[in-house]
């Protein structure tokens, strides 16, 4: 006879039903038991938790470690020395600083493992040591900064200054007047032009737009016009003819060091610059700032 009145209930033996993220404790389990992880044990002042903290930040592991006022003068020397990296970007004393970020770094992460190396002889701590350097150097302060001057900020080198260049401004908010970084050619070694007579190397252009897509641009003996609006004439100009920029370019006089070798005229040098002179939006490479901090970047 039914029984309505008495709520049914799991019986207090049955165990619960495995959760479909078990697989992954199951499979952990097995890898670390076939690895021997398993019978390792850290000391009871060291944690995994704060040893994988220590490795990402620096100057961390010493706060960890102690005493605490050496590890608040690691963390302190850890930012002084990132923003003197940011504030110099580009100079060899940036360069400087980057190194001796990764040394304090590493030293703080190895400081912090110093019970893991008790009773270790000299070239098995000497070898830690070095593999540390290594590990943090390339795992995360290289590849961080090629990201971030691959996509955010780069320093370009020109007429012996440095120019910091932002990666983010997009080629389509790009105005006349504007200055823009682009890339000369594609080839890393250069193109040859006028049959050979002139040879351009690859690198970096960086200078004004001068005119943008559908502008009429006119040449003449003293001058240049877009539009109709005369401007003072560029070195290597041409003095007579026209054209309208193409859609997607700029209109971009390059600014070149020219070395002679032979003769070249004129107008096979005029005719190349006017070529580089055509910039595809492809090429943008960035925008310069007009200042870095307190210093006014002097552009070419």
């Known amino acids: 006879m039914a029984r309505p009145h008495i ?8 165990p619960p039903r495995a959760r479909w993220y078990s697989v992954f404790f199951y499979l952990g389990n097995s ?28 100057g961390l592991a010493v706060w960890l470690r102690g005493p605490r006022l050496w590890g608040r003068a690691a963390l302190a020397g850890s930012a002084v020395l990132i923003l003197f990296f940011v504030v110099w970007l580009g100079y060899p004393a940036a360069n400087f600083a980057f190194g001796l970020l990764i040394s304090l770094h590493s030293t703080g992460f190895v400081y912090y493992c110093n019970p893991l190396l008790a009773g270790e ?7 830690f040591t070095f593999l540390t350097l290594l590990a943090i150097g390339l795992l995360l302060y290289m590849p961080a900064r090629n990201y971030c001057q691959g996509h955010w900020l780069t320093p370009l080198r020109m007429n012996g200054r440095v120019i910091v260049v932002q990666r983010i401004f997009q080629p389509r908010h790009v105005q006349r007047g504007d200055w823009v970084a682009y890339a ?16 351009v190397q690859a690198g970096m252009g960086l200078g004004p737009v001068l005119a943008v897509a559908g502008d009429q641009v006119s040449f003449s003996t003293n001058s240049f016009s ?24 700029w209109f971009i006089w390059p600014n070149l060091d020219i070395s002679g070798h032979g003769n070249v005229s004129e107008a096979s040098i005029s005719g ?15 925008q310069p700032l007009r200042r870095w901090f307190w210093r006014e970047q002097i552009l070419p």
Do not use: C
Not at 232 to 244: C, D, E, K, L, N
């Open 226 to 249: 877009v539009n109709g609006s005369s401007q003072v004439r560029r070195s290597h100009m041409p003095v007579a003819g026209g054209f309208t920029v193409l859609e997607k370019h």
């Open 31 to 58: 890898l670390r038991r076939r690895m021997a992880l398993d019978r390792l044990t850290l000391p009871r002042d060291t944690k995994i938790g704060e040893m994988i903290a220590g490795f990402f930040v620096p």
């Open 184 to 199: 000369l050619h594609e080839d890393e070694q250069g193109e040859a032009h006028n049959g050979g007579a002139v040879w």
């Open 121 to 127: 002889p000299l070239h098995r701590r000497l070898a």
């Open 272 to 286: 190349t610059m006017l070529t580089l002179a055509s910039v595809n939006q492809t090429q943008f490479f960035g």
């Open 7 to 14: 709520p049914e209930e799991g019986a207090a033996y049955y």
